[in-house]
T-cell receptor, first 114, second 113 residues
Framework: DTAVSQTPKYLVTQMGNDKSIKCEQN?????MYWYKQDSKKFLKIMFS???????INETVPNRFSPKSPDKAHLNLHINSLELGDSAVYFC?????????????FGQGTRLTVV | GEDVEQSLFLSVREGDSSVINCTYT??????LYWYKQEPGAGLQLLTY?????DMKQDQRLTVLLNKKDKHLSLRIADTQTGDSAIYFC?????????????FGSGTRLQVQP
């Protein structure tokens, strides 16, 4: 059983489109995250939710809107896609928001904007 | 990631030891982590160390922590070609109840047969 699963794994789309990436965790964790990994492999936190509440929002354009329908799911919707949005997006989860335990990562979604 | 520093590249021969270094910034970080990323894959936790420890050994992996210098290292003994990957150190960032991992730039380990 996959602990943190993201769909789709690959996403190729044109500039200006709107797209969503879905994430689900079956670990019973309270906290979920979205990270962005750029072409140089730098990983940056974008958002974090704890029990469906947004707790971290790190200087991300408002074209990015996370949604957490329940604590097992955290989806990422991106409006008006730009070339610079091309990256690998990783979802992660942890037991709580104090990070006293490890974070588990999904396999990533490679987004290519053309 | 710019606050957690790592060298970008390390090349070793199979059977040698690899040492990957990291300098972090937040001395209040309770845990420090090492993650491994293989090509096209997600991040896998390799090991972690609690901040009140100086050393942790786990099979071929040895983590050393120097809190005074905020320096963390990962030593891989008897490095194998399957160890070729990018290795990220990570510290905990943020305020109580609003924390996340912040990562170094990653060190690409290349193991020559």
């Amino acid at each position: 059983d996959t602990a943190v699963s993201q769909t789709p794994k690959y996403l190729v789309t044109q500039m200006g489109n709107d797209k969503s990436i879905k994430c689900e965790q079956n670990l019973g964790h309270d906290t979920m995250y979205w990270y962005k990994q750029d072409s140089k492999k730098f990983l940056k936190i974008m958002f974090s939710y704890n029990n469906k509440e947004l707790i971290i929002n790190e200087t991300v354009p408002n074209r990015f809107s996370p949604k957490s329908p329940d604590k097992a799911h955290l989806n990422l919707h991106i409006n008006s896609l730009e070339l610079g949005d091309s990256a690998v997006y990783f979802c992660a989860s942890s037991l709580g928001s104090s990070m006293n335990t490890e974070a588990f990562f999904g396999q990533g979604t490679r987004l290519t904007v053309v | 990631g710019e606050d957690v520093e790592q060298s970008l590249f390390l090349s070793v021969r199979e059977g040698d030891s690899s040492v990957i270094n990291c300098t972090y910034t937040d001395s209040s970080s309770t845990y420090l982590y090492w993650y491994k990323q293989e090509p096209g894959a997600g991040l896998q936790l390799l090991t972690y160390i609690f901040s009140n420890m100086d050393m942790k050994q786990d099979q071929r992996l040895t983590v050393l922590l120097n809190k005074k210098d905020k320096h963390l290292s990962l030593r891989i003994a008897d490095t194998q070609t399957g160890d070729s990957a990018i290795y990220f150190c990570a510290e905990v960032w943020g305020m109580t109840g609003r924390r996340a991992l912040t990562f170094g730039s990653g060190t690409r380990l290349q193991v020559q047969p």
